[in-house]
Structure formats: C-alpha cells, structure tokens
C-alpha cells in the first residue's frame, strides 16, 4: 500500500532548508568523518572548525559559456593586495617591486632613419610601502599598453609612469625599456656596409617626487694593450724577432643622465663612444679591413682605465649630459681573468658596493 501525504508534495521554504541544515550539523557533529564522507563529502565544511576532508567530483571539462559578471568578480579572492595582517616577514618598506622582462614591441624616434618599430623588453618597478601586501602586477602591463602604441619617447614614458603610480597607489615607480638598436655601418676601406646593434635602455626614475631621464649604451670595442705593443716592437727592432700584441674584444656600458628639456638621440651617445674610442668592432670586412682595423688599433692602444677616462672626456664636453657613469671591461686574450675599471660623474651613480654579476653582464655572445 503507497500512502501520499500532501506535505511531502509542497516545494519546502526556506524555514524548511533552515531546519534541515541545522539537523544536518547536529548529525555530522557526532558522526565519524568517514560516516559524513560517505553520506557525501561536502557536508564536512557543516561541521564548525571542522577539517574538510576529500572534495566531490568537480568537471573536469572547461566550462566555455561561464562569463564573470560584476558580483563575481567582485567575490574574488585577491591575497596579493590584501591587509597588512596578511604579511609574511618583516613589515618593511619594498624600494623595488614589480615585472622584468616583459616584452612588445615600441616605435621610437631616431635621428637618422625615423621610426623604427623594435622589441623591447620593460621592466617596471614601484616602491611598496611597510603595511602593504603586495602590489597586482597585471596593472602595470596595463598601464604601459595604454601607451605602446603611441610614437615613444621620454615625454610619452612620462605618461605611462603617471597611470602606473595611480593603478598602483605608490609614491616612487621606475620603468627601464631595453632594445637593441640598428645602425648600418661602413666598413673601413672596401666601401661594404653592414648593421651594427646596439644594447640601449631608456629608464625613467622618480624618486621623493624628482624625476630623472637615463640612457645606458654598450659599446662594443677592440682595445690593444699599449704594453704589449710597445714589448712587440721592441723584440721586432732589437731581436729581429716576429710578435703581435694582444688585443680583445671590450665593452663599456656608459650610462647617462639626460638633462631636462635637452635631446639626446641614439645616434648622438653612439658618436660621442666612436669619438673617444675610434676601435669599434666592424660588421663586413675584407682584407683591405682587416688591415685598416690592424692599423686603426695600432693608433689607439688603450688600457681600461683610459677608456674610461676618454668616454668621460667626451661626456663631460656635452651639455645634455649631467650625471653619467662609465663601466668598462678588456675581456684579456693574455689573461685568464679581465681588465675592468668603473667611472662616474656626479651623485646619481655612485656606490660603494658592485653587483657581482654587472662585468659579467657586459659579455656580448653572439
């Protein structure tokens, strides 16, 4: 016999949930976690202070049609940017926190040859105040897109500096753009001309609400050892003895402060380098280059502390320049270790303290 009662047909209220929710607790309150696993494994999140034991099945499948809508969204967790209470470590204040090397491509401006469009790798950074979580590292991709499709200079780097301290509500932010650069080069003597690439970097520094504008260069050179000219000619003049001095492929990184309302192009911190030292390593050579450049390095025999000190004159000699600092490394054919020297001018690069790995740095494998 099938007996109906009408009270089993209503659809229940929410008093009806309310109560059956509550004798639910009470029951996996005394139940065995494997008897409220069996009855299903959601019911252990019922049980106050509780441990939830194993989920239930969930879809494996990539939900297509789920879009997020406003309250959705707004429930999400962000533990990045959440209280003080949340912090791990000390409390104290980041100088430096953010993205590097992220990377799109930037239309800048050149002297010579107009716009050019070329990858560029961003690292931008803010400071993070001592009862702050963290900072969302998404909004300073998007602060700087608002502004990669404009023509780039240092005026328009202004602008995405402005967004990102607003996005990220921080007082000082810096934001480093590094390319490698293009410039067709003649070759000495055969009337051949090749690219030549230069490692450049824009970097825009706001510091206690000063800003400065930075360009850094590597300049590729070859530096014959003055010693050993002078010891080769001497065995060839007193011994009849053939020798060769020792040369090597060197780098100086020279970066300078660009003073404001001045332009300083690409072009021009190339020129200044190749004035001082004329010994740039060439792009297309034949036998008539390779006897000029012999030639050319025999004329300017150079130690690493002259180079430093003739990338300086030069420098110095150029208004648009205020700050700089001169790095210079001879990677040695004699030895087994480097020449390396570090100049600078004014306040804005000085330390007493070298990054282990920065000659390391200046090494350019092709």
């Known amino acids: 016999m099938n007996i109906h009662t009408p009270e089993l047909d209503r659809t229940p209220s929410r008093e009806d949930a309310e109560e059956a929710l509550a004798l639910l607790r009470r029951w996996a309150g005394g139940a065995q976690q494997d008897e409220v696993a069996a009855l299903d494994p959601a019911l252990a999140r019922l049980v106050p202070g509780a441990v939830a034991g ?3 099945d969930l879809s494996r499948a990539y939900p297509h049609e ?46 010579d040859n107009g716009d050019l469009m070329l990858e560029t790798s961003v690292t931008g950074t803010v400071s993070l105040e001592a009862d702050k979580k ?18 780039f200079s240092f005026g328009v780097i202004e602008a995405a500096l402005d967004d990102y301290k607003s996005d990220l509500e921080s007082f000082d932010a810096r934001i480093n753009m590094r390319f490698s650069f293009p410039v067709k080069v003649d070759s000495l003597r055969s009337g051949l001309s090749g690219y030549q690439y230069y490692d450049i970097a824009l970097e825009l520094v706001e510091t206690a609400g000063v800003r400065r504008k930075i360009m850094h260069l590597d300049y590729v050179y070859s530096s014959t050892c003055p010693c050993s000219l002078e010891l080769s000619e001497h065995a060839r003049r007193e011994r009849g003895q053939l020798a060769t001095p020792h040369s090597q492929r ?16 690409f072009e021009d911190l190339i020129e200044m380098c190749r004035a001082a030292v004329p010994t740039e390593t060439q792009v297309m050579v034949k036998r008539e280059d390779e006897q000029a450049f012999a030639e050319l390095n025999a004329a300017n025999p150079i130690f690493v502390e002259d180079a430093a000190r003739l990338f300086a004159e030069r420098l110095l000699a150029d208004q648009r320049v205020g700050d700089f600092r001169v790095v210079a490394s001879h990677q040695e054919s004699l030895h087994s270790h480097d020449a390396v020297s570090v100049l600078t001018e004014g306040t804005l690069f000085e330390q007493d303290s070298l990054d282990p790995r920065l000659f390391a740095s200046l090494y350019h494998v092709g």
């Open 54 to 56: 194993a989920y239930p």
């Open 66 to 111: 789920f879009s997020v809508d406003t309250d959705y969204k707004a429930g999400l967790p962000d533990l990045q940017n959440g209280p003080s209470s949340l912090i791990r470590g000390v409390p104290r204040a980041i100088q430096h926190v953010g993205i590097s090397n992220f990377r799109l491509p930037i239309r800048y401006h050149t002297r």
């Open 134 to 151: 963290g900072i969302n590292m998404s909004r300073i991709m998007r602060s700087f897109y608002a502004h990669a499709e404009k023509t």
């Open 250 to 265: 060197s780098v100086a990184r020279i970066s300078v402060e660009v003073e404001e309302g001045n332009c300083l192009w």
